[in-house]
């Protein structure tokens, strides 16, 4: 059973201070704890906000990696890249930005390369910081042909290269996503979802776990650790 806690928002200026506190709690704690913090960060429009406040914050920025939980293939000058817009919102705080996809027409490569590029980096995340999508995918993992390499990678392998099918209507480009390994590793999971359909869809999921037919569902079901969800309902 996924013990999830929900912080619920009426506000979205609450719900981006709320959240912005709390990934800024996880990155001081880290830093206090072992000199440096990593932290995997979502993609979509939900995070923009937070994402803008997280970077006024006084933190040890310098001692910060961050990594994309996915990202598009795509140039990482195009609007589509999830490491541009955190590059934009962060390289500025000094924390270095750590980008994982490559333009390779076989996504199994690109995968190869991120996860080989992710191998370099000090494990498990501090954080990783899930979106959902209304067809219930998390980071890049979607109901499809790649579902089950992303669910069944061992825990060794922390991204794989994914081709939705069909192609996501909002960035209709293959990608590399971190695992569900890669994600139920992390020290602390966190989710911010965003309207009245996403949060009934994930307590499906929740209530569904590891037969449910949403992706989240089959990602979180396996979490150990308790996941915080931050919803606005704005
Ligand atoms: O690369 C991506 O698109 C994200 O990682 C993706 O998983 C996102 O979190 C959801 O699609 C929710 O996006 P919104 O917050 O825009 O609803």
Known sequence: MIEAEWWEYDDPAAFAEAVAGDVGFIVESAVEARGQSLIALPGGSTPRP??????????????????????????????????????????????????????????????????????????????????????????????????????????????????????????PVPRVTLTRAAILSARTILVTIAGEKKKALLEQAIADGAGSRLPIGRVLAEAEQPIDIHWCRA
């Open 50 to 171: 937070v994402f803008a406040r997280l970077a006024e914050a006084r933190l040890p920025w310098k001692k910060t990696t961050i990594i994309p939980t996915d990202d598009r293939l795509v140039e990482v000058q195009s609007e589509l890249s999830n490491v541009r817009l955190l590059a934009e919102s962060f390289l500025s705080t000094g924390a270095r930005v750590f980008p994982v996809a490559t333009i390779n027409p076989d996504v199994k490569l690109a995968g190869n390369a991120a996860d080989a590029r992710l191998q370099d980096l000090s494990w498990p995340p501090d954080l990783v910081w899930l979106g959902m999508g209304e067809d219930g995918h998390t980071a890049s993992i979607f109901a499809g042909p790649d579902l089950d390499e992303a669910l069944q990678a061992p825990k060794s392998r922390r991204m794989v290269g994914v081709r939705p099918d069909p192609l996501p209507a909002e960035a």
